[in-house]
């Protein structure tokens, strides 16, 4: 950042435009007219406009404005707000887009910015930093900060130290609610919002939690500890995020006691980060399911090609193995052309099919609704789906190939095969997800490529197999 | 619900066997052990066991409970359990589990269980119900409950006005914090638990909102409207649920107020139902993708087939728009068989590299990332996947198939078909998605069928019209 950016000659004299108050379109993208002034404002370094409108945002609302403007127009935009730029709006973009702004940045600008910010945020922040940088940044900041940072980052990725907020409220339990009232009016290191206190031992060792609104409700006399309530849900610090979420949903909870090995509180997880890890949960199971990796809408075209390829390349040698059974037939195939016509229908549908049971069973068991207790009776009704669709739609497909082709063989040949390939779809869309979950592998990440194998594989071989034999064929 | 099951003679004599205190096993299902115990105890009509050790289950533990013992035992359980049983739990099963043991309650059991409900948690058991047992229900509450209720039920389903809860704390903005702490300590018709307290003026129109810590935090004389803030976040109650939802995850709010159509207060969203609601929107999308619509796993095997038909019977017609292309091409088939063993291929991947590009675009929708701004820059860049993959599977794809059939010409055209499938796979993928979304259709319901239908078509005309031309044959 140059000396000369920082300060230029603010156009006092020129009436600035009016930003609208709501920043959003309909369709919940940021409003064009918006954008053209934002970006008018940064071409003509209006610092005067951007402090009002922009620096003015919420956290989340400049992240999107943030993703909706050029990159050059974001380095510019961070480069002219210099401390006036809310850093907690990082959290709130892509991280290609989150490097990149971070990468324009200082370190000195980084570290003021940081200072500013929660310790949650600044650990979202700082964990994509290489090394070397996060070093230079915690070096600049104060010791107690620098301390607290680096014992979360110590923590592995993803768990619910990572992501735990530092600075939280605690009394001992035997102080009444008008001294624990008197300490809140009073110290001024508090933390700047919170929505419970936490009661400790004077070795730091959690004792229990107070809602905010018992203390409130209570005079001033009574003692803490006989309104505090036990915490069975203190979370340790090295627990995965994704159970610490599972935890918090279950029981309705809107922040959790974070403790290390010896019981002692290290910080707190609120309700706001494990929402979005919820979000990022499911958007992951999505994903997998679609057979894309981890991501990003900002990623590039290279990246995203790698990032698909596996799954493309697993299907290529299940498609080969499919191709294999067909070619096991081209006698018959070569005799009755209406065979290849049609096998690709009879695939189709049991592929479908399989995939239908196949996201059920998956959610079922990201949800932990399916388990060892109801998986016998889940495991029949999928049967009985397969046989029940397979009898419907195996009519349907034979009486339609059957005028179609004037040849009643061939409409019963195909109907008994898609019988017979709907029961398989049903069974691999249930079977495969529950071995895979059973062998510890992510039934999100592989179902689909072996479900789609059988469907294919039982589709090409069950039609084909009866045409050969029914037509008395031989290779 | 009879006499006789309401009191029986309580073992005493007997020493209760120890449940676990963790009624969870490792893979996150109820422990068996606890279920052995629990059905022992039902038959057996040991109140005490089950007052002792399933009564005092939290909400969502009983709720797992109640889905992993026979539908029998669940009837009994809630008959021995009486008024001890806590509907709360109805709020965590399935709806078919939820209905079913409704429909064993007398009106009048489940009009006194209801009574003891937040409002929100009440509204969610009796918008299921049917009208005639809902009035005769909601005729047996306290006056000011009923009109509650029914003022809540009046609003569109899944609407804010339907989740939100209806009791909450509300003071006149001229108060001071030590009028309000007082009134909070001396006032019995508050709910049991708040976390905003909400300014309101005379005629009950939403002026602001409170955080209790800083209601804490300020000195006694400190008047209300200095410390409360403007609520920019107050929702319509009208307002769909999914919409409320983004709100709250956007400004990571706890709790919003639900405002009438004359801005006044009628109620307060939580966090936590939120959760809910996300967590089921997030499901619906992924469901919808698999092709299944609003199933659950207690559904039975005649309502899960219908309702896993209609996508089926759109994928039948597509299949026979596939087939009608490849029959085109009969002739060409008849002479090269090895068309008809490698044809699935190019169309299966095609359709996995489109459903892989599909799931992104759609996830992308669903979360508002990929708007106007952004979508021309995400349609070339998954263009540019496109042919990226499909030249490295084309060429793959080629040489595998020109050394199976010895034939450098079939090696050509599957790698040339490939490529041309791939590139159409990609720009379906994305396409699709943003046109019905920008016509009003949900996305994630209809895209997978248009796209597999274009990668099917697209792959059998490409590789079999490509090979008829290039080998010259005529039909």
Redesign the interface.
Known sequence: MTDRDDDPVAPEDMKPAEAPSDIYAE????R?DF?TMVGAAIADRDLLFLRKNVARL?E??LGDLL??ILPEQRHALVRLLGSDFDMTALTEV?EGIRLDIVDQMSNEQIAAGIGELDSDDAVYILEDLDDEDREDILSQLPFTERVRLMRALDYPESSAGRRMQTEFVAVPPFWTVGQT?DY??EEEE?PD???QIFVIDPTFKLVGAL?????????RQVKIETIMHETNHSIPAEMDQEEAA?L?????L?SAAVVDDNGRLVGVLT??D???V??EE??E???R????GD?E?S????S??RS??P???V??IT??L??SV??LF?AT??QI?AL??????V???GG??G??T???SV??LA????????AAR?IR?EA??GI??GM??GC??GV?AGIWFQDIHIGGIIATAMCLNMLAAALAGILIPLVLDKFGADPAVSSAVFV?AVT?IVG?FAFLGIATWWYGISG
């Open positions: 369709d919940g993208s940021v064009s954008l919420h989340s609302e993703e909706s892509d009232i809140l009016r508090l919002s919170f929505t809602d905010l609104d018992k203390v409130l409700r209570a005079k599972q918090f949903e279950q029981y309705d809107l309700i706001d494990v929402v979005d919820i979000q499911a958007e199971d999505l994903l399911l679609g057979g894309v991501e809408l990623d590039s075209i290279a995203t090609s698909r390829v799954w493309l390349a299907n290529l498609a080969f499919s191709a067909i070619s081209d195939i070569q052309v290849a016509i049609l096998m690709p229908a695939a189709g549908m479908n099919a995939s239908q196949m996201t059920v959610r079922a949800t932990k609704s399916l388990d060892i207790h109801n889940i009704r009985g789906v029940l669709n419907l739609f349907a497909i339609v789609t294919d090409f």
